[in-house]
């Protein structure tokens, strides 16, 4: 069975850190270029982060770069996000995701490029 499973979410104080992990299975992981997303209460999914498939390129959206850094390791078929100098707005649902082929770094944020959503994972920041 395809799925991705994240995990490593919870509670954190601001100015913490947390490291997301998501494991793949399904097509060849080596092929895959992947990412992570958020969704807050009340608002729409947004992009984070995104890896290229050989993990020679990231992408990052501006309110998270040099906060985060997302990362693959092949032989484990894992992708990660690390999450530095966390904020009470990073409070969301992490997705782990993985975008359909051909892939255009064009696209990297659209959530219409995701072909295959995991069940995501919870990130609170409070004090």
């Known amino acids: 069975q395809v799925q991705l499973v994240e995990s490593g979410g919870g509670l954190v104080q601001p100015g913490g850190s947390l490291r997301l992990s998501c494991a793949a299975s399904?097509?060849?992981?080596?092929?895959?270029?992947m990412g992570w997303f958020r969704q807050a209460p009340g608002k729409e999914r947004e992009f984070v982060a995104s890896i290229t498939a050989s993990g020679s390129n990231t992408f990052y959206t501006d309110f998270v770069k040099g906060r985060f850094t997302v990362s693959r390791n092949i032989a484990e078929k894992t992708v990660h996000l690390q999450m530095d100098i966390l904020k009470p707005e990073d409070t969301a649902v992490y997705y782990c995701?993985?975008?359909?082929?051909?892939?255009?770094?064009?696209?990297?944020?659209?959530?219409?490029?995701?072909?295959?959503w995991g069940q995501g994972t919870q990130v609170t920041v409070s004090s």
């Open positions: 399904g097509r060849p992981f080596s092929t895959s270029p």
């Open positions: 995701a993985r975008y359909r082929l051909p892939f255009s770094v064009s696209r990297y944020a659209d959530t219409t490029a995701v072909e295959l």
